[in-house]
Every structure is written in C-alpha cells, then in structure tokens.
Nanobody, 115 residues
C-alpha cells in the first residue's frame, strides 16, 4: 500500500520560515507530477504548489514568491520551502499527485503561523 508521510510542520511566528518534506514507500516521485496541498479549518483542500516530471513549477497566487517546491530524486522526497509565512498560511499540509487519481492521503503536517 502506498503511504505518504509529510513532516516539518511547526508553530512559527509571522515572517518565519519552514521546510516541509514528503516521503513515501512504493512511489517514485521523479516519474510523477507532484503537488503540495493545504487544508485550513472549515475550508476545502487546495493545491498550493506543484512540480511536473520535467521540473516545471506552479504556485497558487496566495503563496507565489514565498513558497518553493522542489524534488530530491536521490532521497525520493518532495519538499516545500515556505518563507515569509503569514497567519493565513495556517493549515494542515499534504503532498500527493498534482492531479487525480490521488494516492491515499497521508496524515499531513500541521503548520501554525501565530505570534
């Protein structure tokens, strides 16, 4: 069974930075278009960053210029560097395929931005 494991979430002050990482068993990220998603309380899950097999990245307008998605093929991880964090970035963050059909969703990692 495919298992996605997200890590790196934490409580951080506004303006701070975090780096999230996604690892998985039985998945080779380099041959998949990958995405980072987030879900805030009471809101739907949204795609915030994606990276294609060819390395083309795309970002939601709300995070453009602040977040950066990357893939480490040697470690088989997909990372999300988040800078200049804002309170509205508070959410549970997940990784998965960029588009459906998605793998089974992992537990996610909680990011809380608060002073």
């Amino acid at each position: 069974q495919v298992q996605l494991v997200e890590s790196g979430g934490d409580l951080v002050q506004p303006g701070g930075s975090l780096r999230l990482s996604c690892a998985a068993s039985r998945i080779i990220f380099s041959i998949n278009n990958m995405g980072w998603y987030r879900q805030a309380p009471g809101k739907e899950r949204e795609l915030v960053a994606s990276i294609t097999i060819g390395g083309i990245t795309n970002y939601a307008d709300s995070v453009k210029g602040r977040f950066s998605i990357s893939r480490d093929n040697a470690k088989n991880t997909v990372d999300l560097q988040m800078n200049s964090l804002k309170p509205e970035d508070t959410a549970v963050y997940y990784c998965n395929r960029m588009t459906a059909p998605w793998w089974y969703w992992g537990q996610g990692t909680q990011v809380t931005v608060s002073s």
